[in-house]
């Protein structure tokens, strides 16, 4: 729900193995304190919003075994690069040029972890 952003003061939000669907909500960004976001394994099917650029407090975002489409926006990868964050994980098929690894869901042997390039 929309009202997610209303817990500014949130540091850590783990929401793996819930089975949410659809768009990742934008309102995500609104969490200006989050250090932690970890969606693994639901079933979100949209690409990563570009408002998730907005935490500037964000150290992990761990997205990984979902139907998330398109590449990780460019301000997530911008805040890795100087070493903001620490963990950005995806799915293999997400085109990331800043990630810390990806995962393909299927165990696809030609997709392994692979450090800070997961294009694919």
């Known amino acids: ?4 952003g209303n817990l500014i003061n949130l540091e850590m939000m783990d929401l793996q193995f819930n ?4 768009r990742i ?3 995500f960004g609104e969490l200006a304190n989050l250090r932690v976001l970890n969606i ?3 079933l979100f099917n949209s690409t990563i919003p570009n408002e998730l650029a907005r935490m500037k407090n964000l150290e992990s975002f761990i ?4 139907f998330i489409e398109g590449s990780v926006p460019a301000g997530l990868c911008n805040m890795f690069m100087p070493g903001l964050i620490e963990e950005l994980a ?3 098929g997400v085109e990331c040029m800043c990630c810390s690894s990806c995962t393909d869901p299927s165990y696809h ?5 692979v450090r800070r ?3 694919y």
């Not at 729900?1 to 997610?4: A, F, K, L, N, T």
């Not at 089975?19 to 659809?22: A, K, L, P, R």
């Open 63 to 66: 997205a990984d075994y979902n």
């Open 25 to 27: 909500p934008t309102t």
């Open 1 to 4: 729900p929309d009202e997610i």
């Open 90 to 92: 995806v799915d293999c």
């Open 109 to 113: 042997p030609d997709c392994r972890v």
């Open 40 to 42: 693994r394994f639901n």
């Open 117 to 119: 390039a997961c294009r």
């Open 19 to 22: 089975y949410f669907e659809g």
